[in-house]
């Protein structure tokens, strides 16, 4: 059987600041949004730019380290796969949404830690978990 490829690189701004939370049974998760801008010039000569922005999800210790580190306005390097949620609305309406799940992140504003505490954060586990979605867990 053939493998697949589900790779996403970003370079590009936060919307907004992150968003904490944590599941049922306790994992932290955080959320953004960051802006990614492209320029191009027309056939006319003119300048062009188009904005995509992408809603981005961390796990664990990287969530806690967003969550400290990161702000409205941050630079930042996000390397990860696409993964779409469906869910029903109150309404009974079926509701998507994809989202970069963030398997790698580096902070481009220059941060300087001046503990060990950012280390502590991140734990390998919480990279290599093939379903972010422990048994149970609900946002």
């Known amino acids: 059987m053939a493998r697949g490829l589900n790779k996403v690189m970003i370079i ?19 959320s953004f949004s960051v802006a990614t801008t492209r320029g ?3 056939s006319a000569g003119e300048r062009q ?11 664990g210790g990287l969530a806690e380290l967003c969550k400290k580190r ?3 306005g941050s630079q ?10 469906c869910w029903e609305g109150p ?19 220059g941060y300087e830690s001046t503990s060990e505490e950012d280390v502590d954060l991140f734990d390998d586990d ?4 093939p ?3 422990d048994q149970g867990d609900r946002l």
Not at 49 to 59: G, H, L, P
Not at 76 to 85: D, F, K
Not at 96 to 107: G, K, M, P, S, W
Not at 126 to 129: E, K
């Open 126 to 129: 919480d990279m290599n978990n």
């Open 40 to 42: 191009w010039t027309n």
């Open 76 to 85: 930042v390097y996000v390397e990860g796969r696409l993964q779409t949620r």
């Open 91 to 109: 309404d009974g309406e079926r509701h998507y949404r994809t989202e970069l799940v963030a398997q790698e992140l580096i902070f481009l504003d």
């Open 12 to 30: 590009g701004y936060l919307g907004r600041d992150p968003e904490m939370r944590f599941t049922a049974s306790g994992r932290p998760v955080a």
């Open 49 to 59: 730019e188009e904005t995509e922005w992408f809603q981005v999800v961390t796990w």
């Open 70 to 72: 990161l702000h409205k």
């Open 131 to 133: 379903n972010d979605f």
